[in-house]
């Protein structure tokens, strides 16, 4: 069964600093991996994924992640932080072999200014 | 506008009561689901549908129970309603190929 955790309950960075969300992962095939934001009230929005490729996969708002494949990690990160992003963040990661996508416990994100 | 919509936004309700969530897409995906946030804020899948079928069921209490009239719909009835089952619920859908989760804004059940 696929697993994903994200280590860190939180994460705060000043604005204009580069920041880095962690996320590892655990899939017997291969994986398929997802990052989402939630605002509050809101739904979840897709940020980027990882399904084959290139290790480093761009997204919106400015977002980026490398997977690593020997470490099983697709960290979330972004050059320059604005206050803007502070927001929940979720790693999601689905097994090549079934429909089934499961979300990490999340991480709440905090820029300050 | 193309869009996952989930209603009623709110749903307040009585222990015991059984209650409906609606949920539509009109983005053409084959594959819908629900999902269950806490009041911690973990999401746990509950279900999914595959145009019509239902493919996963996660060890749900059979107080849930899901119904998909077609492709684009994909309905939550609750039986018997319990202080336990007060969280927020998520439709969400994506086509058969490798493309992300689409979500609806969510469902606030809360149970008194």
């Known amino acids: 069964a696929q697993s994903v955790a994200q280590p860190e309950d939180q994460v705060k960075v000043a604005e204009g600093n580069p920041l880095t969300v962690k996320c590892t992962y655990s899939?017997?095939?291969?994986?398929?991996l997802f990052w989402y934001v939630q605002y509050p009230n809101r739904g979840l929005q897709f940020l980027l994924k990882y399904i084959t490729g290139d290790n480093l996969v761009k997204g919106s708002y400015g977002f980026e992640a490398e997977f690593n494949k020997s470490q099983t990690s697709f960290h979330l990160k972004k050059p320059s932080a604005l206050v803007s992003d502070s927001a929940l963040y979720f790693c999601?990661?689905?097994?090549?072999?079934?429909?089934?996508?499961?979300f990490g416990k999340g991480t709440r994100l905090h820029i300050l200014p | 506008d193309t869009a996952v919509s989930q209603t009623p936004k709110y749903l307040v309700t009585q222990m015991g009561n059984d209650k409906s969530i609606k949920c539509e897409q009109n983005l053409g995906h084959d594959t819908m689901y629900w999902y269950k946030q806490d009041s911690k804020k973990f999401l746990k899948i509950m279900f999914s549908?595959?145009?019509?079928?239902?493919?996963i069921n996660e060890t749900v209490p059979n107080r849930f129970s899901p119904k998909s009239p077609d492709k684009a719909h994909l309905n939550l009835h609750i039986n018997s309603l319990e202080l336990g089952d007060s969280a927020v619920y998520f439709c969400?859908?994506?086509?058969?190929?490798?493309?992300?989760?689409?979500f609806g804004n969510g469902t606030r059940l809360t149970v008194t």
């Open positions: 549908y595959n145009n019509k079928e239902l493919i």
């Open positions: 899939v017997s095939g291969n994986p398929y």
């Open positions: 999601a990661v689905r097994d090549s072999r079934d429909d089934k996508i499961i």
């Open positions: 969400a859908s994506r086509n058969v190929d490798n493309s992300p989760l689409h």
